[in-house]
Structures are given as C-alpha cells and as structure tokens.
C-alpha cells in the first residue's frame, strides 16, 4: 500500500491543472468502477439497476479524484501531494453521501501502521502514506531524497507504540450468533417458519455462562415488536439461558419505520436500544426524493425503494456496549462518540448478506480495525453471513470465524481510557493537512521562489 499511489502521483507531474484534473477523474472513475464491481451481487435484488448503482457511484469517487488531479498536476511536491490527499480523502469520507470504501487507511487495517490512528484518525494514516508514494514519485528525479520515504511508516509506527495502553477493567463473554441466511432468503416471508427454525437451533447450542447474546442487523423479514409470534422464540431463549439477548429488527413507531437493535432480557422485558442514524442513501432512503418525483420519475424510485427510513435521534452506550449497525462503522465519528460517553467495547451488528462472499464482506469488516485502534477498545462484529470477528485496541485482528452458520463464543476485555482522537477527533489531522497545504503553496507562490535571480541581489545587496 505504501507504493501503490507513487505511479498515480508521478503520472500527474506537470500536466498543469486541466489534463490533471481529466486524468484525476479517469483515473478514479476506473478505480471505483473496479471498487464497486462487487455490487453486482445487487442485481437478483434491483435488477439491471445495479449497473447504475455502480456508474454513479464511480462518477462520484472520480469528482473527488478529479479535484485532487487539478491540484496535483498544477502544484507537484511532496507536500502538496501528501495533505491535498489526505483533505480529499476526508471529504469524500464526509456527509450523507460519504463513503469511505476505497480508502487508504482501509487498506493498512490489521497493520502495524494502524495504531496511530488513536492520535489523530484515519485520514493521518492517508497522509502518512500519500506523503511516502509522493516522495518516491519525486525520488525518480531526485535520488537524494528517496530515504526520506522511510520516515512516515516508521513514523506512523513509533507514534502506534507511544501511545498509552488503555486500562482493563474486566472481561466479558459474548455469544454471537451467525445464522447464515442469504438475503434472498430473508426477503422471502414465506421462509420466516425455516428462518425461525434455524434460530432456535442455534441458540440451543448458547452456553449458559455468557453475559450477552447477539444476533445481527435484520435478523428476520419481520417486524418483530409488531409480528409478536416471531419474537418469541427469541423470548423464550433469553429466559431459558437467563441471559439479555440483542437481536437486529425494522421496527414502526409513529408511522417511521426505523433499522433498530433490540434487548431483550430474561425477565421478558424489551426496549428498542438503538435506531441506526447514518443510514445508506439509495439502500435506505433516497436523497433528494420529493426532486425525483418532480422529474417524473416516482414509479422507478418507488420500484427502486418504495419507502425512506427513518434515522435514529440519539447515539448512546447500551450499558458497557457501543452498538453500531452496518454501514455506521465504515465512519469513524459514531464510535468516538460512543468511546467518549463510556462504552468499553464496540458492537459492530450487520447484515452484508447482500453482497454475497464478494470483497466487499472483507473491506468492511476490516473497518472495525480502524474503529478499534482510534478508539482504544475491542470492535466486535456479528454478520447475518460473516464476516464475525473482533480487532483489538491496536487494530490487529483478535480472531475471525468461519463463514457458515453457527454459535460463536468469545471473552473479551473491557477496556477505558480517551485516546487522543476520541479526545480531539480528527480535526488535528485536518488542520495540519490544511496548514500543510496552504503552506506549500504559498512558499511556492513567493516572488523569490519563482525568481532565484531577485534573491542574489539580495544577498550582494547585504
């Protein structure tokens, strides 16, 4: 990873702003065409319009390459390179229609690298690396300075090992239930009865001696709170083994219609515990519905996604849990959030069923290892198909299990204490990109720096 983007950077060398910014987009609109070729395990699902899915999503990724080739082929040294990667990197990262997949920290998830994201977030991990490809972009033209390339991972590493180790406060046991049902299963109702069944197999095979039972996002294709009869298998389950269970659910209040987590405790009571509040747009909701509509095109969104959920109002701890569902954990501020406010381990609940065993299963479970090392905590995942397993504070992998049905136990430390990223959140990174960036230019842009002749007169005058 740390070379990958050095012919990138070295191809935009002195192109000047305008055939930067068209080779930036062609570029990333051919990366990201790459990046989501896995989606096409979405059409059984929506048809041909998966294809669409996948072209305007690499038309959105190749903007954001396109600004950066603008930069980039008008302003070439390292340090420019180095923070214009970095900010757009966050950017594309940022808002209701960010997206995270592709990214540079992605890659160097389970790394050793990892771990200085407890300083300051991802996007110093993207600078670390784009300022080491830079620097061997530049090294082809000047030898002398290719060994600075070794100074951000070694960096990034030193910073990884200074950082203060979290405090353990005790341990947990956890069962995580993997029911391995494929989606086209679990959208199909008359499968409820064969969906019910393998549940309640599977938490038969649930020991006694755990402290919480989970079950994954959209565990079942009903209503749970509301179809009363499919809750109470998993009713009976937590009484029978006297432990809280949490299971995924849609649920319907006031007329919205919400992705939830569900507790439910020996005693037969439930709550709903948390509302998922970054939902996906076009997979959840459609941005912009009521301007569709205008342009005539209601019958195809509603065919596409006839309802918009609703997100969730508030991201609290669940007890000694913070529970994120899905495409949550791909971000990296709903996890501090929750880090701040005392959780001491991460739930990561999802249901990747969608995308069948494409890479896309993998890219997304190695985000817990970035959610992990900025939070100082355990990140536990639990899939409806995998992937199910956990990183450490640190961002390596504790353990990953099979990807097939089952009931998969694990102890694990609770674990307190403020990195400087749940403290700080990634503003310092940015800042300095920033402060990084404008700096660069500026130097480049002074009278003397353009004229070497203006600066010899100044010496002889002295």
């Known amino acids: 990873?740390?070379?990958?983007?050095?012919?990138?950077?070295?191809?935009?060398?002195?192109?000047?702003?305008?055939?930067?910014?068209?080779?930036?987009?062609?570029?990333?609109?051919?990366?990201?065409?790459?990046?989501?070729?896995?989606?096409?395990?979405?059409?059984?699902?929506?048809?041909?319009?998966?294809?669409?899915?996948?072209?305007?999503?690499?038309?959105?990724?190749?903007?954001?390459?396109?600004?950066?080739?603008?930069?980039?082929?008008?302003?070439?040294?390292?340090?420019?390179?180095?923070?214009?990667?970095?900010?757009?990197?966050?950017?594309?990262?940022?808002?209701?229609?960010?997206?995270?997949?592709?990214?540079?920290?992605?890659?160097?998830?389970?790394?050793?690298?990892?771990?200085?994201?407890?300083?300051?977030?991802?996007?110093?991990?993207?600078?670390?690396?784009?300022?080491t490809a830079a620097l061997l972009a530049q090294g082809l033209r000047k030898p002398k300075i290719l060994p600075l390339a070794l100074l951000p991972p070694l960096l990034l590493w030193g910073i990884g090992e200074a950082l203060p180790e979290p405090k353990a406060v005790g341990e947990t046991r956890l069962a995580l239930v993997q029911p391995d049902i494929s989606q086209a299963e679990r959208l199909d109702r008359t499968k409820l009865p064969e969906i019910l069944a393998r549940y309640e197999l599977l938490l038969g095979e649930v020991p006694e001696n755990v402290d919480l039972i989970v079950i994954p996002e959209n565990a079942t294709p009903a209503f749970l709170r509301i179809e009363r009869e499919y809750l109470e298998p998993f009713l009976r389950a937590a009484e029978a083994k006297g432990v809280p269970l949490m299971v995924g659910t849609a649920d319907i209040e006031g007329g919205k219609i919400r992705n939830t987590m569900l507790l439910l405790t020996p005693d037969g009571r439930e709550s709903v515990v948390y509302a998922k509040m970054h939902l996906v747009p076009f997979g959840e909701y459609v941005p912009g519905r009521k301007l569709w509509e205008r342009l005539g095109l209601a019958s195809l969104i509603d065919q596409f996604l006839p309802y918009d959920q609703t997100p969730g109002e508030r991201l609290e701890p669940v007890g000694i849990y913070g529970v994120v569902i899905c495409f949550e954990s791909s971000f990296p501020g709903p996890t501090r959030v929750l880090a701040r406010k005392g959780a001491e381990l991460l739930l990561v609940s999802t249901n990747d069923a969608w995308f069948g065993r494409t890479r896309i299963l993998w890219e997304h479970y190695a985000m817990g290892s970035l959610r992990a090392a900025e939070t100082g905590r355990v990140c536990i995942q639990v899939g409806q198909t995998g992937i199910t397993g956990a990183w450490d504070p640190k961002g390596l992998e504790l353990v990953r299990f099979p990807i097939e049905a089952g009931v998969y136990t694990m102890r694990v430390e609770r674990l307190q204490g403020t990195t400087p990223f749940v403290w700080a959140g990634d503003y310092p990174a940015l800042l300095f990109a920033s402060g990084l960036l404008v700096f660069s230019l500026v130097k480049r842009a002074l009278p003397w720096r353009a004229r070497p002749h203006l600066r010899r007169s100044a010496a002889n005058r002295d």
């Open 1 to 131: 990873m740390w070379i990958a983007l050095a012919p990138f950077f070295l191809a935009l060398q002195d192109l000047g702003p305008k055939r930067g910014a068209f080779w930036g987009f062609l570029f990333g609109f051919a990366f990201f065409l790459l990046e989501f070729s896995s989606l096409l395990s979405l059409r059984p699902f929506i048809g041909p319009m998966a294809y669409g899915v996948i072209f305007l999503l690499s038309l959105y990724g190749g903007i954001f390459l396109a600004a950066f080739g603008t930069l980039a082929g008008w302003r070439s040294s390292p340090l420019i390179l180095a923070s214009a990667w970095a900010l757009i990197e966050a950017a594309r990262g940022a808002g209701p229609l960010g997206f995270t997949f592709g990214s540079v920290p992605v890659a160097l998830a389970g790394s050793p690298f990892v771990a200085a994201s407890g300083l300051a977030g991802p996007w110093l991990l993207s600078l670390a690396v784009a300022l």
